[in-house]
């Protein structure tokens, strides 16, 4: 609970900010790995760049996520997390509360049947799967790699809209327990 000095790592913290900052002038995507053995710093690297960040009060999205080995197994478990918090819902939140708060935010940025069909995919992803009678997403049940595709889609879409707004960043604590389909949808979304 106590503060303590951050010592040692300032260079870490500038290399973060530096990218940062030339990928919001070049308007283009960078991503920065972290990485050192156990306990050497990396989470407090992360802390401390964010403090920072929060402190310049730079208009951004963010959307954090953290890799848990015991939930490595569950298809989007990571990018589930970074949209419930986005989106300010606990995990084990309603869907009855859920599913308008992500529609909300998913179509800010979205109009008519781009919003409606991220907000079904990325519902899915975030754990709140939808009742409703649609196709698309009643053969996307049936059919993993289907389910994948469009929940990609879905994804790449909703950052394209947030990037043509204003800068993304998306941080992962712990990838190496993320799980696969949401690296793989941040792979392509890249």
């Known amino acids: 609970g106590k503060p303590t000095p951050f010592l040692g790592r300032e260079q870490e913290v500038a290399l973060l900010d530096a990218t940062l900052r030339a990928s919001v002038e070049e308007q283009s995507a960078k991503a920065v790995l972290v990485l050192g053995s156990a306990g050497c710093g990396k989470s407090r690297v992360r ?3 964010l403090r920072r960040l929060d402190a310049q009060q730079i208009d951004g999205t963010l959307l954090i996520a953290r890799g848990d080995a015991l939930r490595g197994g569950s298809a989007y ?3 589930g997390q970074a949209l419930r918090r986005l989106c300010g819902l606990r995990e084990r939140e309603t869907a009855a509360r859920a599913v308008p708060a992500l529609h909300e935010r998913f179509s800010r940025h979205l109009d008519g049947e ?3 069909r991220s907000t079904i995919f990325l519902s899915e992803a975030a754990g709140y799967p939808l009742d409703r009678e649609d196709p698309l997403l009643r053969s996307a049940r049936h059919e993993p ?3 994948a595709e469009q929940i990609k889609q879905a994804v ?3 950052l ?3 990037c043509a707004q204003r800068p993304v960043l998306f941080v992962i604590d712990d ?3 993320c799980d696969a389909p949401t690296v793989r949808v941040l792979e392509a979304a890249f």
């Open 47 to 49: 802390h401390e760049f």
């Open 77 to 79: 478990a990571a990018l």
């Open 114 to 116: 781009l919003a409606i």
């Open 145 to 147: 790699a289907l389910m």
């Open 156 to 158: 790449i879409t909703f």
């Open 160 to 162: 394209r809209a947030e």
């Open 175 to 177: 990838l190496q327990w």
